[in-house]
């Protein structure tokens, strides 16, 4: 397991935009899977999106499909959710995870293969 830190939440209004920062401390981060997680109030926890370690493979939740783009930037350890056109149902705490896995098959759409996690970034959107 490694350090997860995420950042960038806050209460926006809909149709507004937010970007959320995932910084994994790893020396080998370029290794790394990283998969974005939400959990809305009263509900299970959901997946959002991840990427694989060379950020050429990506993948969506359909409910966010064309509104969230998920990259990293290696140099810097971190992994952005750009998030656009916000809806109200789009409120919850947002989780970062990280595995270590080098290939594509190393994206994970389930919360079980990750071992790294932070501790939620809360994104409130009012309607």
């Known amino acids: 397991q490694v350090p997860v830190v995420e950042s960038g939440g806050g209460l926006v209004q809909a149709g507004d935009s937010l970007r959320l920062s995932c910084v994994v401390s790893a020396r080998t981060f370029s290794n790394y899977a990283v998969g974005w997680f939400r959990r809305a109030p009263g509900k299970e926890r959901e997946f959002v999106a991840t990427?694989?370690?060379?950020?050429?493979?990506?993948y969506y939740a359909e409910s966010v499909k064309g509104r969230f783009t998920i990259s990293r930037d290696n140099a810097k350890n971190t992994v952005y959710l750009q998030m656009n056109s916000l809806k109200p149902e789009d409120t919850a705490v947002y989780y970062c995870a990280a595995r270590d896995g080098g290939s594509a098959q190393a994206m994970s759409v389930i919360p079980s293969p990750y071992d790294s996690w932070g501790q939620g970034t809360q994104v409130t959107v009012s309607s």
């Open positions: 990427i694989s370690s060379s950020g050429a493979n990506t």
